[in-house]
């Protein structure tokens, strides 16, 4: 099969059912997908994955929609996400700086660290509630595979 043959045509149309009642609606996936452009299209569904999803843990008290923000504002993070999407058996260890850095950003928007751990020491020395701090490098790292 050709690399042709994978991609939606011009004229394809895929749409999704969603709710339930009267909130349900159909959805035109192949038009968020074009205002996406097609390499955070190709990310979505690992930044879903990683964000928390039916089988993976998300980040306590960081929801879809923070998550997005600091998508938005890191977007060296489409490649990473990109890249992971390809089910590599190892994760290349610049994709996980990436994703780290961006966990960072999640739980400290301010923050210009890229080591998990410390910002973790930083946010619990502000504020002891362990739901608001990002989770230790190894359990990051256990999460990411």
């Known amino acids: 099969m050709k690399e042709d043959d994978v991609a939606l045509k011009e004229d394809d149309e895929v749409w999704v ?45 960081h929801g879809k929609k923070r998550a997005w923000t600091a998508w938005t504002a890191f977007s060296a993070l489409t490649q990473a996400l990109v890249d992971l999407s390809t089910a590599p058996n190892d994760v290349d260890e610049d994709a996980m700086q990436t994703i780290e850095r961006f966990v960072i950003l999640l739980y400290d928007r301010t923050s210009t660290s890229t080591d998990v751990d410390k910002v973790r020491y930083k946010l619990f020395a502000k504020n002891s509630n362990v739901q608001l701090i990002p989770p230790t490098s190894a359990a990051f790292k256990q999460h990411v595979r």
């Open 17 to 61: 059912s969603f709710g339930v009642g009267k909130s349900f609606r159909f959805l035109a996936a192949h038009e968020m997908a074009r205002a996406l452009g097609p390499d955070k299209a190709q990310a979505l569904p690992m930044f879903h994955a990683l964000t928390g999803c039916d089988t993976v843990s998300c980040f306590a008290r």
